[in-house]
């Protein structure tokens, strides 16, 4: 089994800055898809941003140029840099992984439906 617990969401006012981090323990491999996600209330789960093993990153197209997704293998720890915060913003982030490529995962419909591992969640509230 992957665990993964997120952390670092709060609330910042419109062009703020979070960093949310998303701890990896248990029988995570490294050759993981490892992403972002987040949530409003009833809305669609969407897909924020992706990492792949080789290091190549895939980002929705509402949080290129401010969101920055990266890892760290020895901490197994995944990192969301949040910058230039708007309302729209605000939502559940979830970290999650996937056993297969992140070109797999974002040529589905819905990225997170190619995800087999998910945290909790942390909260990002953005206001205006």
């Known amino acids: 089994q992957v665990q993964l617990v997120e952390s670092g969401g709060g609330s910042v006012q419109a062009g703020g800055s979070l960093r949310l981090s998303c701890v990896a323990s248990?029988?995570?491999?490294?050759?993981?898809?490892m992403g972002w996600f987040r949530q409003d209330g009833g809305k669609e789960r969407e897909g924020v941003a992706v990492?792949?093993?080789?290091?190549?990153?895939t980002y929705a197209d509402s949080v290129k140029g401010r969101f920055t997704i990266s890892k760290d293998g020895a901490k197994n720890t995944l990192y969301l840099q949040m910058n230039n915060l708007e309302p729209e913003d605000t939502a559940m982030y979830y970290c999650?992984?996937?056993?297969?490529?992140?070109?797999?995962?974002?040529?589905?419909?819905?990225?997170?439906?190619?995800?087999?591992?998910w945290g909790k969640g942390t909260l990002v509230t953005i206001s205006s």
């Open positions: 999650a992984a996937a056993a297969i490529s992140c070109s797999t995962v974002v040529a589905g419909r819905r990225w997170d439906y190619g995800m087999d591992y």
């Open positions: 248990g029988k995570i491999d490294r050759s993981y898809c």
């Open positions: 990492v792949d093993s080789d290091g190549a990153t």
